[in-house]
Structures are given as structure tokens and as C-alpha cells.
């Protein structure tokens, strides 16, 4: 077990603590995320431990905010690290 400990230790600290996103189809997946900075149906800021990103785009919506990882749902048009 001090293994699997080590390598996802190894892995948080590789990827800075910064958020991570892919956006296919109407929905993005983000992960590392601490906090919902901002939220409406246009804007959605997610703040990692290191960093920001804002979403913007039309008929925005969480569909899970889970263990660091958020699924925003909607027409994303655009993702910016802030």
C-alpha cells in the first residue's frame, strides 16, 4: 500500500495541484477542484489548489461536484486558466 501512497503523492505534486479539464459534447470534466469561486448560467469559476479556471458559455449547470472533480453541463463556448 506505501507504494500506491507514493506514486499518487508523486502524481498530485507532477500536476502542480492544478485544475485539469476536458470539454467534449456539451459537458466538461474538471478535476483538482477545491472550491466554486463563481456560479451562474454564463459564468462558473473553479479554483484548484493552485490556480483557476472560468467557464464560459450559455444554459451552464453542475451535474456533479464529487471528491475534487465537477461536471459542468451546457454550451461551454470557452475555458480560461485565471
Known sequence: MRLFSELFTGLARASGGRVRYTVAEGEGVFEN????????????????????????GSALSLGKFDGGDVVVRGSITRVTRV
Do not use: H, P
Not at 463563481?38 to 464560459?56: C, D, M, N, P, Y
Open 33 to 56: 477542484v477545491r472550491r466554486i469561486s463563481a456560479f451562474s448560467q454564463e459564468r462558473i469559476v473553479l479554483t484548484g489548489r493552485s490556480g483557476a479556471v472560468e467557464v464560459e
